[in-house]
């Protein structure tokens, strides 16, 4: 459709000005102007053309005018050319959204982007960043996915490292069970300890670098406590993701890169990249004007470190998948991290795929007290046993409003979609605030205020006995209030494209919240059941697309959405 018009634009520009291959861009126009787009076409020509920009954008007029989709052309403000186009015309753009809706297919002999998140340690509290990763990644991963690119969720987990030989010997010592059975909170409880008592007596370290070393080396009985640990651990971990609809595709700890990293020391001595430091470490320095700090790639008691495990890893993505691109969603704090990765993938003279630290800001809580109880590890269970708490107070409080024959399933879905979309709106790149109100909120950006609006369309829809079938193809005229509403759903495919391209999440949240705001504002203005027969088609089309978008939507953002509330 829009391609009518920039064909028509093209040929008078030829024609007239002798211009070629000026590229015609429609945008929205500002919203007083009452237009559907605006091209800045006529202020883009007018210095090859050597004519005023008002000139051409009156010339424009004459062939826009012509044209049977268009309503309207005028020229706006220094030169825009502002068109309206015919309902029927609007409502058939329709049809991009509706396709939008699918998931393309994926070609699975595609090079895949792989997209490295969650990274939960093992054994370990998990960090308030882990739940940034875990959201934000499968997030990025849903929407590449519904975009038909092929992507691996990858999950790393710290598997391996000094941790299990801490526990290890606060199991010995404190363990109620010295081996087998025991819970993931026993296993924390024991970690917790540990920290505590080593302050007294530092000697504990030690035992607990000795008893990993003993692992490292192979011990029988520390590779069966390992094991049940990590068993352990990926059974909590499970019945976490799938509250969450967190789903990796592929998990491989750190402990599977142990018998990876020889060839790639090794192929680095070779090169000259990784060169002695102090008492035979092994350590990669790199240019100075990169300003980077060298790195370590192995200690002088020939242990490896996480930066060496990444390396292993890079090499084995590499080989096996031969990747597009590799996105890394961590916190910010691993910044320098990555940075030295990539220089020494560089140094080694791998051929890269694209390569990004797909970064996130410091996660911060809006109220102090969490954070000086609970420092910076968090456990996610809680956080959201809290959430669904606060949304069931919530739910019950408002119980004269609020329709549901499911209190309990509605409190789930809205405590954890509020944890979810409180962050996955803020732009990732900034430090991240945790506030309950706002989060929990019925009136703003918040996953509570989006369900709504599903459910308020879902019930119109209800009421008039179902969704009408297709899209109708004509209406006699359309309100302010149904334009709108019209482009905001319009907008929805080239959102999708944007928060993919940029791996920007708050870009689809943000949409969602203005479609709802726009939907609302119509619902309030524009009786729909009792419309004349019509209109009522055709505003009962736009509530089904607008409950269809926000379903959608919240889906690719992990987030599910109630008929009813
Ligand atoms: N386990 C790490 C942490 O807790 C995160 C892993 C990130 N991914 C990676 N490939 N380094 O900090």
């Known amino acids: 459709m829009l391609e009518r018009l920039t064909t028509q634009v093209h040929s008078l520009l030829k024609e007239r000005y002798k211009l070629t291959n000026v590229a015609v861009e429609w945008r929205n126009p500002p919203q007083q102007e009452q237009a559907d787009f605006a091209t800045p076409v006529a202020l883009q020509a007018a210095k090859a053309a050597g004519v005023p920009p008002k000139e051409i954008a009156q010339a ?21 050319v502002n068109v309206t186009l015919q309902p029927s015309a609007l409502l058939k753009l329709l049809l991009g959204t509706q396709e939008a809706l699918t998931a393309r297919p994926i070609n699975e002999k595609d090079p895949p982007v792989i997209v490295d998140y969650c990274g939960p340690n093992i054994a370990k509290p998990l960090g308030a960043h882990h739940l940034g990763s875990h959201i934000i990644g499968q997030v990025i991963i849903n929407i590449y996915k519904h975009r038909g690119v092929r992507t691996i969720g990858w999950t790393y987990p710290g598997d391996w490292g000094t941790q299990f030989g801490k526990l290890a010997v606060a199991n010995r010592l404190w363990g109620k069970k010295k081996s087998g059975a025991s819970t993931v909170e026993e296993l924390l409880a024991l970690y ?11 000697a504990l370290e030690d035992e607990a670098r000795e008893a990993f070393a003993k692992l490292e080396a192979g011990d029988k009985e520390l590779r069966a406590f390992w094991k049940h640990v990590v068993d352990t651990s990926y059974a909590a971990l499970d019945a976490l993701y799938a509250r969450l609809h967190v789903h990796p595709d592929v998990v491989t700890g750190e402990s599977f890169y142990e018998d990876k990293m020889a060839p790639v020391l090794e ?15 092994l350590i990669v320095q790199f240019a ?5 700090p060298p790195l370590l790639v192995r200690k002088s008691d020939g242990s490896t470190l996480y930066a060496t495990r990444d390396l292993a890893m890079i090499r084995y993505r590499i080989d096996t998948y031969h990747p597009s691109a590799l996105y890394y969603v961590v916190d910010v704090a691993q910044s320098l991290h990555f940075k030295q990765l990539l220089a020494t993938c560089r140094l080694l003279g791998w051929d890269m795929p694209e390569f990004e630290h797909t970064v996130f800001g410091r996660m911060r809580f809006a109220d102090a007290s969490m954070s000086t109880r609970k420092g910076t590890s968090i456990r996610m269970e809680q956080l959201f046993d809290e959430a669904v708490r606060r949304a069931a107070a919530i739910i019950a409080e408002r119980k004269d409003t609020i329709l549901t024959d499911d209190p309990a399933g509605l409190a789930e879905m809205m405590g954890t979609g509020a944890i979810a979309y409180g962050i996955l709106s803020q732009n990732r790149k900034m430090d991240i605030i945790f506030d309950w109100d706002r989060m929990l909120s019925f009136e703003g950006n918040s996953a509570p205020y989006l369900q709504y609006t599903h459910a308020r369309a879902r019930s119109v829809l209800r009421k008039a006995g179902g969704a009408p079938g297709a899209l109708p193809t004509s209406s006699a005229g359309m309100t302010p209030h149904e334009r709108a509403l019209v482009h905001a759903l319009l907008a929805f495919p080239g959102v999708l ?8 999440p708050h870009t689809l949240t943000n949409h969602l919240y203005t479609l709802c705001q726009v939907f609302n504002a119509f619902y309030n203005a524009e009786p ?7 209109i009522r088609s055709l ?10 978008v926000l379903q959608t939507g919240a889906g690719l953002l992990t987030l599910r959405v109630p008929e009813r509330m």
Request: aromatic share 4%.
């Open 60 to 80: 424009l007029l004459s062939v826009l005018q012509g044209l049977p989709d268009v309503e309207r052309a005028e020229v706006a403000g220094v030169g825009y």
């Open 192 to 202: 917790v300890r540990f920290h505590k008592e080593a302050e007294k007596k530092p």
């Open 267 to 281: 192929e680095g001595v070779r090169k000259g990249v990784f060169t002695e430091g102090e008492k035979g470490a």
């Open 288 to 292: 100075e004007d990169t300003g980077l």
């Open 497 to 504: 494209e944007e928060a993919c391209v940029h791996r920007m």
């Open 528 to 534: 729909i059941l009792k419309a004349e027969e019509s």
């Open 539 to 548: 505003r009962l089309s736009l509530t089904a697309l607008t409950a269809r």
